[in-house]
């Protein structure tokens, strides 16, 4: 049995139903379901049996399973403008530690989410090498809780043991229900159909255009992908990037939003809200050689394929489930 925690959400459902695809469906789903529309990400589903993430925890803990061959653990709180700490940190860091000591002690595959949130304003660069972590300054404390288990699993060199995955810009299929913190492809999509432009933030750094702001999207179903490799090579252990490792401006994914829509481009530039400005990424890009090196044969998606699929193949039909 796989147990995907968070796989109700954007990318555990994505996940779920990949493993599907490939045969699987003994897999125990994990998450805090409330009264989200999560529930929709499951329709098309196929698994063993769901959970609420405390009630796995305590059964978990108190060995309430024998047959568990891996656990992905994506569940996690991912607003990255959170400001209850206290929360982050005992969502993110302390559950996540709890079920990574039993992973470890019970000797399970263990593959946890971290995030390029760690990396901070990128001035230290975007290198996954174990000796990196200890410089690196997150801008948020939802960056700093991911932070926090990466530091865990250094100090205590797990590494050797289990795989975190520092995921980049994610976008794609079963991200609906995230509200603000759905991808600006999903959003540029309907401003588009609203009212036939896409709003970028404005620049305010002098030697930066407005929308040349860049970033590493990533696909979903890549990232599906990755993790499903990782599943299938369980020898193969650390800390890795999980971005396409090529940097792209908004200006490209807003151009490619209009092509895939078959709409002139029409691009609007808008202040940035004060409390976001001294928190503001102006470049991500994931250094992928270390994926490479240990073997990982997955070729990522160039980003006009990517949101050309996303909203051709999903958005705009009746059915935009994975």
Request: glycine share 8%; aromatic share 14%.
């Amino acid at each position: 049995m796989i147990v995907v925690t968070g796989g109700a959400g954007f990318i555990g459902s994505a996940l779920v139903r990949h493993l599907n695809q490939k045969g699987c469906d003994d897999i125990l789903i994990v998450d805090h379901l409330g009264k989200t529309p999560k529930w929709k990400n499951l329709l098309k589903a196929n698994f063993i049996d769901y959970l609420p993430k405390d009630s796995f925890l305590d059964l978990f803990l108190g060995n309430g399973f024998k047959k568990i061959k891996a656990i992905v653990h994506l569940g996690a709180c991912s607003n990255t403008a959170e400001k209850d700490a206290d929360y982050l940190y005992a969502n993110n860091f302390v559950y996540s530690r709890k079920l990574a000591e039993k992973a470890l002690a019970k000797q399970i595959r263990f593959i946890h989410a971290s995030s390029a949130a760690t990396y901070g304003d990128g001035k230290l660069g975007f290198n996954d090498g174990e000796n990196n972590l200890t410089v690196l300054r997150p801008l948020n404390m939802y960056g700093y809780s991911k932070h926090l288990f990466d530091l865990w699993a250094l100090r205590n060199k797990f590494f050797r043991k289990l795989t975190c995955l520092k995921f980049f810009n994610v976008f794609g299929p079963n991200e609906y229900h995230k509200g603000e913190m759905r991808s600006v492809v999903f959003k540029a999509f309907h401003q588009v159909k609203k009212n036939g432009r896409i709003d970028l933030y404005k620049s305010y750094k002098d030697r930066i255009a407005h929308g040349e702001q860049r970033r590493d999207f990533i696909y979903v179903k890549d990232c599906c992908e990755v993790i499903c490799w990782f599943l299938e090579n369980p020898e193969v252990n650390g800390i890795f990037n999980l971005g396409s490792g090529r940097s792209r401006t908004w200006n490209d994914l807003a151009s490619a939003v209009f092509s895939a829509m078959n709409y002139k481009v029409n691009i609007n530039y808008v202040d940035m809200p004060e409390h976001l400005r001294s928190q503001y990424q102006y470049f991500t890009e994931a250094d992928m050689g270390k994926l490479k090196a240990v073997g990982c044969p997955v070729v990522f998606r160039e980003l006009e394929e990517s949101v050309d699929d996303y909203i051709k193949g999903y958005l705009n039909t009746d059915d935009p489930y994975i």
